[in-house]
């Protein structure tokens, strides 16, 4: 009869430690952990990344009320003080304008209007030159490839070529160099020709782009600061996976009329800008502490007043990252 309760004792205890054990794997979050994926290092020079594992963009409600700055993020909450700012550099701003910045482990979201459209101008030459570069890893062109220079390539404005006579021939890889560095008008139509506009349009509708396409004989497009985003973001991306992705970035890290850099001199970025008399934009990832992409796109034509208020929303977006980062560091100790 005793063995009879014993055993019956016995087997109360085993469960009760069964329990136990499940309420102390779930409260430390053993075995039940989310899958998140880890954004790969770049480490090739000082625009390191460390790694980061912090909840993806797309698991936010990355959603913005029009006229209205919007943080997207799990609990962070920018100060009332940085708040105060940047709604007053936007309220006695008279152009249309917009910006949205999403760090690299894209934990964090912060726009303006960041849906509204405008015409490009030259920073559509960024998500081109990716194009190019991809179709030449794919082995579909070569840097060696070489192309004419006539006069139905013609373009005034920003550029070395317009200077040169026709007839010279110059090649794919100096051609990409000329239209990033310089902004070159003309290397950029020879190699629209030579790529074809209509394969790149096709690609900007795979990335997800809503804009960014090629519509005239002038290869111009329109964009808005979210398609700038996605823009580099697969532009980061392929400077991981391949060699020319490395060339693309390495052009972009050079690339002149850093308005990004003029406002932020401590830290390198990566940038493709405009300023063509109806567009003062520049679009890139700046490497701070926390570093992020950035779009700031006005309908300006860019004189004393539209540069001095870019520089100042510059340096007030970076502030609200910065204490994000600081927020961040504070919860992980």
Known sequence: ???????YILIILLDVFVILAVCYAISN???F????????????????????????I???????EQNIVTINSIDFEMSEENRIIIESLIDNYENKFAFYAVTLDKSMSFGYNPDDVFHSSGMVKAPFVLYCFKQIAERNKHLGDTKVYESRFYRGGSGVLQDKPFGGAYSVEDLLFLVIHYDDNIAYQMLSEHFGKGGYNDFINELGCANLRLSNDRNQSEASPRDAFIAWKNIYDFNLQSEEGKMCWNLLL??????IQDALPEYSSAHKSDWSGVSYHDTGIVFGDCPYYIAVMTNSPGNADDQAFVKKIFRAIDDVV?????????ETE
């Open 322 to 330: 910065n204490e994000y980062n600081s927020y961040k560091s504070e």
């Open 29 to 31: 979050d053993g075995g």
């Open 58 to 64: 797309s698991s936010l409600n990355d959603i913005f």
């Open 1 to 7: 009869m005793l063995s009879k309760y014993v055993k």
């Open 33 to 56: 952990q989310k899958s998140e994926d880890a954004i790969p290092v770049f480490s090739d020079d000082e625009n390191a990344v460390t790694e980061h594992s912090e909840e993806d």
């Open 254 to 259: 050079n690339a002149r009329q850093n308005f």
